[in-house]
């Protein structure tokens, strides 16, 4: 049981609007775990309370055994979790690799003054994620890519771009919010291939999504999410026929509240 | 190769200050060579918290006032060496904007730049106030000059050597991961948290070094001008150097260097007295309307051809879609 | 290739030209004009007097050279405008001693100019005559001491005066209004320094930087220390209108002094209706009521289209004088060196201003309560106290 | 206690003066995401011309003056859009550099000789309290400005129009508003709020050629210190500023007078975690 991210009791209000309600996730190691609900089913909250953007109101969050519960998102990242963003926040003018090594700031060690006046351990650490940094970017397939600014790249290149700057922090747990939003379906296969991949290395990922048939290919394991609440749990095929889900969410396909970017 | 490719910037820094230093013969051009020079190395500082982290310092010309007082103090109270001012000039500065930023980093920027005047207006007071140790509203005459760099000339050297270092340290820190992580948080602190930055502790070491560099170059302002009075290094001249760094380019580390020769040459040049501010505020609309990204910014694309012209860029494999055609 | 010919063979013919006119009139070289330096606060918060300063000393010079200049030689005035910076003011030294080649200047605009000039002015061996009243410009520490010479009565003759006659009324209990600035703090040490002796006492202190844009906060506080008359240690016009102002509205009404530092039509102009019988010490009556040495001045003023404005013009041109006067008196040849030494030995010097100019080796404070008037404010003008 | 009393409301007077001059600030900043470092030099170059002219006519040409200047300053907003720029500061940089030369050209027109005129001479006395009526007519100038820009901002079609242009610069364009003329629009409305603050100031205490930058940063501070995000809060500002001020002018002595406003301001900056939100992703 120590193995694996878990959130169990997951309660968070922002005003008088209860957006967690005992919410609950668990991510295994190795495996992709959907988080699906409808706008305002509170996943985006709980993506952020787990990843240590908001503080939750109550509740426990634990990475293998570790409570990490209310920490910062320094220490979370830290503790093996990374994140991406629901928009890319890639500064357009960095290169790739640069935003790629942005991402194993964790990865160094150098202080600030050991940086400052570069000294021989600092400059080792830099060489050292430099080519921490390469093997990513030849890993995705980026290698080409490396000196060109963000800003030039295809959507599809970008996302990419954060899964590697993700997971360059060396992070165990990937969390990646709505990552196929804006993708069009030859880049989205490209992405799922990848996450695919590194979940077979053994990351443990989360995925939040609103494009159901996508979690449905994806996942081993989907949660779906309603006023808060967990609705349903379990594996996609089981997920799919639960009525409940039919009713609140493929229902509301149906009546062609889809929402896939927003 | 990629050592030098790092130190770009200290490498030129140095070969245009050999070149000045063996060109500037007249006396007086030397003298404002010195005082540009001080107020490049504030400048670098705004470049840093400004140009690297995004944080608008109103406060950077008080804190070269600490530096100043500092080494002014020691040297004055207590006849201490200017060494031990140095101590005191770079350590001074450095906790004060530490701790402010600590305290204000939080808030957005334009609030950061507010609680950077309120310092300097404390600052200020503090100096003006305290006329046991200050000199209050007089100012403390008779700061020992350096022994080591006593003619003009000799101080043109030694402010050269403090710029070409500054640029060092300055340029090893962007290449390593706080320059990174300084670079993120100012484009979206957000980003810089998920990368696991310690977005306050980060860039309030920046904002603190930041500090220290102007404390330097107060240090070198009180041992050159040997007195220095409340009003000497105040609002005036931070907002002078947020302009340096910007006309010259703020987010290159040798804009803020190339706007203070710019600006300085220019004051010099200018008819003086009381059209000069005329001159002076439409120059800077017009270099602000022909220069986005500051003077670096246009001659970027036109320097970056001239340098591959010059040396043989590494060896790269094309990428496959080049190695087709 | 032709111009470069056509250029060479111009600059050649006027090379002989000059060298035929220097043999023709050997004189020509001999009165090359004697450079005097003048290094005014003409742009930055002291342009209030460095450009009246600069008015003056232009008017006054071509007057004086009229008459002879130094012995025939004509002088000359390059002025350096120093933005009310320190940096600035040594740099100015430095400028116009190495490039110009003046063998005195006059200034530095402030205080705390001067004693930023001051080394300078030492290491490169050339007098300041300083028109500024900061006790600490001759204080005795500085080493640069020999090398500085005051052209204006200093604050504490002024301040002394003020509170003298304050006293000498029956007012004993003293609000000071000053603003945050060195000459303003001077204000209330020397006030506080002096009150035993005169037998008053400071009640109540109250402070403003030179910006403030309402001032009833500091006169409540004085109308609430009971002040039996205030002594305004202002030279900022708008402050000290300001104040007055205020002090009527809330119903402090004792007497007012203003220090010397108001002694500026716009203060007058400024202050209006409601400051009659206002007390203000003034080096001399430049505007409203002219000895005839400043009337002479005032006249000069006038036709070059200047507005006399009271103080700079006055302490701006005892520089000047006192530098020519030096000059005159050299035997040999004139340098910083020997202007310095001459300037020790002068006394009795007479300029457009009232009073007499006296230096000696120990004393650097040139002029004294003799060029000091009390004026009081009458119909918008300021009358000399008989 | 009346004593208390008489220094709030002296402050309440003085604030006036600030949240005058915070007006206009916070006006470009809500709409234009920049500050105008020019406001007190549209100040500075109303009260000189106001000053010189005299009477209802000089206020008149002192605040056609004052917009003038802050036409020319619209009009290096609209070259600096055309140009590219789309960083606030850049905007706000080069309105520093009118205000530098505007002062220039005060210096060099008017000399260094302060500016001042006589106001009202009358004196009301309220429960103990004498009161010049200039006090309560700066206050009352600067509510019904404040309300008249709220009314604007708020009520009107074009105040919409002009906060959609500052919320979302691209999506107001695309919604058909002349965003770069609307902002314009802007500029030119503070040099006649700055020239109203200027005649103020003129009639009140009088200001002379470094006035400009002062007010400027007084105006800056008055409208952040309550958060810059509508003009009401900007007034506010003024107010509380103008008050500590008063307070500290009164009971503070020397070198308290000057500090007890600025740390007012940080510790309200501090505390008050502004807008703290925004920047620091969710977290709170």
Redo the contacts between chains.
């Keep these: 049981m120590s193995k694996g991210l878990q959130a169990i009791g997951m309660h968070k209000r922002f005003g008088g609007v209860h957006a967690l309600d005992d919410a609950a996730i668990s991510v295994e190691p190795g495996r992709v775990t959907g988080l699906i609900g409808r706008n305002g089913s509170g996943k985006t909250t709980l993506f952020n309370c787990i990843t240590g953007f908001i503080v939750p109101d109550s509740g426990s969050v634990t990475v293998d055994g570790r409570d990490i519960t209310g920490a910062g998102p320094q220490t979370i990242v830290k503790a093996g979790l990374s994140r991406t963003f629901q928009t890319p926040r890639e500064d357009a003018r960095s290169t790739v690799r640069d935003a790629v090594l942005c991402g194993c700031y964790v990865q160094s060690s150098a202080s600030f003054l050991g940086a400052l006046t570069g000294l021989p351990g600092a400059r080792r650490e830099e060489r050292r994620i430099g080519l921490r940094a390469d093997a990513l970017l030849e890993r995705f397939g980026l290698a080409a890519q490396a000196e060109a600014p963000v800003g030039t790249l295809s959507m599809g290149l970008v996302r990419l771009v954060e899964v590697a700057r993700a997971i360059a922090s060396g992070a165990r747990y990937l969390l990646l919010d709505e990552p196929a939003a804006g993708l069009s379906a030859a880049e989205q296969d490209i992405l799922s291939a990848q996450i695919r991949a590194l979940a077979s290395s053994g990351v443990g990922v989360l995925l939040v999504e609103h494009n159901f048939s996508l979690v449905l290919s994806m996942c081993d394991r989907i949660t779906v999410l309603e006023f808060g609440k967990v609705l349903s749990e379990g594996a996609p095929e089981q997920v799919a026929r639960d009525p409940g889900v039919i009713e609140a969410y493929l229902g509301a396909i149906e009546r062609g509240d889809t929402g896939s970017t927003q | 190769m990629k050592q030098l490719r790092n130190h770009a910037n200290s490498a030129a820094a140095l070969l245009i200050a050999v070149l000045f230093a063996l060109l500037l013969r007249?006396?007086?051009w030397i003298?404002?060579a010195v005082?540009i020079g001080i107020q490049a190395l504030i400048a670098l500082s705004v470049g840093l918290s400004f140009g690297q982290a995004g944080l608008?310092s109103l406060a950077q010309a008080p804190f070269a006032a600490i530096g100043a007082y500092a080494t002014g103090i020691i040297s004055v109270h207590y006849g201490g060496s200017p060494l031990a001012g140095l101590a005191g000039a770079i350590m001074l500065p450095a906790l004060l904007g530490y701790l402010l930023a600590r305290?204000?980093i939080?808030?957005?920027p334009?609030?950061v730049a507010?609680?950077t005047?309120?310092?300097a207006?404390?600052v200020e007071?503090?100096i003006?106030?305290w006329d046991s140790v200050t000199g209050?509203?007089?100012?403390l005459?008779?700061i020992s000059p350096l022994a080591w760099a006593a003619s003009?000339r000799e101080y043109f050297w030694l402010v050269l050597l403090v710029i070409v270092i500054v640029i060092?340290?300055y340029e090893?820190?962007l290449?390593?991961?706080?320059?990174?992580?300084l670079?993120?948080l100012r484009?979206?602190?957000?980003?810089?948290?998920?990368?696991?930055?310690?977005?306050v502790a980060?860039s309030s070491?920046a904002f603190g070094?930041s500090a220290a560099f102007a404390g330097v170059a107060g240090w070198l302002?009180a041992h050159y001008?040997?007195?220095?009075?409340?009003?000497?290094l105040g609002?005036?001249l931070s907002?002078s150097v947020?302009?340096m760094a910007?006309i010259g380019g703020a987010s290159y580390v040798l804009g803020p260097v190339v706007g203070a020769i710019v600006l300085g040459v220019l004051m010099r040049m200018l008819p003086?007295?009381?059209?000069?501010?005329?001159?002076?505020?439409?120059?800077?609309?017009l270099i602000?309307?022909?220069a986005?990204d500051g003077l670096l910014g246009i001659a970027e694309p036109w320097f970056a051809r001239a340098l591959r012209a010059i040396v043989p860029q590494p060896a790269r494999v094309a990428?496959?879609?080049e190695r087709r055609t | 290739m032709t111009s470069n010919q056509t250029t060479s063979v111009t600059r050649r013919l006027a090379i002989c030209a000059c060298l035929g006119l220097t043999l023709a009139w050997p004189s020509f070289a001999q009165v090359a004009p004697l450079k005097i330096g003048a290094l005014l606060s003409m742009s930055g918060p002291a342009a209030v007097f460095g450009i009246p300063e600069r008015d003056a000393i232009t008017v006054a010079l071509e007057d004086l050279n009229s008459q002879g200049g130094v012995n025939g030689r004509p002088v000359q005035v390059i002025f350096y405008d120093d933005r009310t910076d320190a940096a600035e003011a040594g740099r100015g030294v430095n400028q116009l001693v190495s490039r110009d080649q003046v063998v005195a200047i006059i200034g530095a605009g402030t205080g705390g100019n001067v004693l930023a000039a001051g080394p300078i002015a030492m290491r490169l061996k050339v007098p300041l005559l300083a028109p500024v009243g900061t006790i600490a410009a001759t204080d005795k520490k500085n080493a640069f001491l020999p090398w500085v010479f005051r052209v204006a009565p200093s604050d504490a003759v002024n301040i002394r005066t003020i509170l003298t006659d304050a006293a000498k009324d029956g007012n004993k209990r003293i609000g000071v209004f000053y603003q945050e600035d060195a000459y303003g703090k001077t204000g209330v040490d020397v006030a506080e320094q002096l009150a035993q002796s005169l037998g008053i006492q400071v009640v109540g202190s109250a402070p403003a930087p030179y910006t403030a844009t309402d001032l009833t906060a500091q006169a409540i506080k004085l109308r609430e220390a009971n002040a039996q008359a205030i002594f305004m240690q202002v030279s900022v016009a708008s402050l000290g209108a300001g104040f007055v102002k205020a002090a009527r509205q809330v119903g402090l009404n004792v007497p007012i002094y203003g220090s010397s530092g108001l002694a500026q039509k716009s203060f007058v102009d400024g202050v209006g209706a409601g400051a009659e019988g206002l007390r203000v010490l003034s080096i001399g009556n430049l505007v409203y009521d002219p000895s005839p040495g400043e009337k002479k001045l005032s006249d000069l003023l006038r036709a070059a289209g200047k507005v006399p404005q009271g103080w700079g013009e006055l302490v701006g041109t005892n520089g000047l004088v006192a530098a020519i006067a030096a000059a005159k008196s050299i035997k040999g040849e004139i340098t910083g060196q020997s202007m310095r030494d001459a300037m020790e030995n002068l006394c009795g010097l007479e300029a457009y201003a009232r009073g007499k100019g006296c230096w000696t080796k120990d004393d650097h404070d040139g002029w004294r309560e003799d060029a000091l008037v009390f004026t009081e404010i009458a119909n918008g003008r300021l009358r000399t106290r008989k | 206690m009346l004593l208390f009393t008489e220094y709030v409301i002296r402050g309440l007077f003085l604030g006036a003066m600030y949240g005058l001059l915070a007006l206009p600030m916070s006006l470009a900043f809500v709409t234009v995401g920049t500050i105008d470092f020019a406001v007190g030099a549209y100040a500075l170059l109303a009260a000189a011309i106001g000053a010189t002219v005299g009477g209802t006519l000089g206020a008149l040409l002192g605040l056609a003056g004052a917009l003038v200047a802050s036409l020319v300053m619209a009009a290096v907003f609209v070259l600096l859009k055309r140009a590219g720029h789309h960083d606030t500061i850049m905007i706000a940089l080069s309105s520093f550099g009118l205000a530098v030369a505007i002062g220039s050209i005060v210096l060099a027109s008017w000399g260094s000789t302060a500016f001042v005129r006589q106001g009202l001479d009358a004196v009301w006395t309220v429960a103990g309290i004498r009161i010049n009526p200039q006090g309560p007519i700066n206050l009352a100038v600067g509510l019904a400005l404040l309300a008249g820009l709220t009314a604007l901002l708020f009520g009107t079609g074009l105040g919409r129009m002009l906060r959609a242009s500052a919320v979302n610069a691209q999506g107001a364009e695309l919604a058909g508003i002349p965003v770069v003329a609307v902002q314009a629009l802007i500029f030119a409305a503070g040099g006649l709020l700055g020239g109203i603050a200027g005649l103020l100031i003129l009639y009140s205490s009088g200001l002379d050629f470094t006035a400009g930058l002062s007010l400027t940063l007084s105006g800056f501070a008055a409208s952040i210190v309550f958060g810059v995000s509508n003009p009401a809060r900007g007034f506010l500002g003024g107010l509380a500023i103008g008050v500590a001020e008063a307070l500290s002018a009164g009971y503070g002595s020397g070198a308290m007078t000057a500090l007890i406003p600025q740390f007012v301001v940080l510790l309200t900056l501090g505390l008050g975690m502004l807008g703290a939100g925004r920047y620091t992703g969710y977290r709170p």
């Design positions: 007249d006396p007086v003298d404002v005082v608008l305290l204000v939080r808030l957005e334009l609030a507010l609680a005047l309120s310092l207006a404390i007071v503090v003006r106030s209050g509203y007089v100012g005459s008779g003009p060092a340290l090893n820190l290449a390593s991961r706080f320059g990174r992580a670079n993120t484009h979206d602190r957000a980003r810089a948290m998920a990368d696991g930055v310690p977005v980060v070491a070094l302002y001008v040997s007195y220095v009075g409340p009003g000497d609002t005036h907002i947020v302009l910007v003086a007295q009381e059209l000069q501010g005329l001159f002076y505020g439409g120059t800077l609309i602000l309307l022909v986005r990428p496959e879609d």
